[in-house]
């Protein structure tokens, strides 16, 4: 049975659809129905709510569409594991966003070496073509999730002991917070498909979109690290908050 959501004052009487999703939304939200809790299904909702099967299917899918609720063929529909959430605007490590969740952050590192830098790299980093830089890639899991590949580059004049650090241990963003702090961020955000090895990492297929943040940071003038930070499209949101 569904609790009385709160009546939204001054405004015009909602559609039918738009009843569902609120009173649906507000189980959800009140912790009634909670993530992998299969709901009513569509026959139990036009019974309850007395709406034809129309208003229901409408509001399930745009329920789905909004990531509140998944889905499943022949299965049922089920209340969705929130989307974890990235700050816009801020540049924080995805450790303590995980641990925010009170979930469970892990990595694998794929990757620690020298290497010499592309052209993109360089401008990047604003070093010469072909000069020596610090590479890294690491897969960060919440809950056992892939979640994040982290592929960043570093400048050895800025961080010369970044290959020495261990990043199961404390993640590159931390470390490099102590050794050289922020003073500047940079982030572009890209919709983008992964490569099959990145689908692979992220356990996702290759037609699954991505979200794909260009990350460069400074300290002191001087440009530190340029990271490419991919994340599954359908487990990550950004979320900004700003005062024009």
């Known amino acids: 049975m569904f609790s009385r959501a709160p009546l939204q004052q001054g405004s015009a009487p909602a559609p039918f659809y738009e009843k569902v999703k609120q009173a649906i939304s507000h ?41 509140l609720l998944v889905r499943l063929q022949g299965v049922g529909t089920f209340v969705a594991e929130p989307k974890g959430q990235s700050a816009l605007f801020e540049i924080r490590s995805i450790a303590d966003e995980i641990a925010a969740r009170q979930h469970q952050h892990r990595c694998d590192v794929l990757l620690l070496e020298e290497t010499r830098a592309s052209a993109a790299q360089a401008a990047a980093l ?32 800025r961080v010369p002991d ?26 572009i955000v890209e ?6 090895q990145e689908c692979k990492l992220l356990g996702i297929k290759e037609s699954d979109p991505c979200l794909l943040i260009n990350r460069r940071t400074w300290s002191a003038s001087h440009i530190i690290s340029y990271a490419r930070l991919l994340f599954p499209g359908h487990r990550y949101r950004l979320q900004g908050h700003f005062i024009p």
Request: charged share 20%; hydrophobic share 40%.
């Open 27 to 67: 189980q959800i939200a009140t912790g009634a129905w909670r993530p992998h809790d299969r709901i009513p299904s569509e026959a139990e909702l036009v019974a309850q709510f007395g709406f034809s099967r129309m208003t229901i299917n409408r509001a399930l899918r745009e329920l789905t569409d909004e990531g």
């Open 126 to 157: 604003d070093v010469p073509e072909d000069s020596a830089i610090f590479h890294s890639l690491i897969l960060h899991f919440e809950n056992d999730l892939p979640v994040q590949i982290e592929d960043r580059c570093v400048s050895p004049l």
């Open 162 to 187: 970044y290959l020495q650090q261990d990043y199961t241990a404390i993640t590159p963003h931390a470390y490099l917070s102590q050794v050289a702090p922020l003073t500047e961020g940079e982030h």
């Open 191 to 196: 919709a983008v498909r992964a490569t099959a």
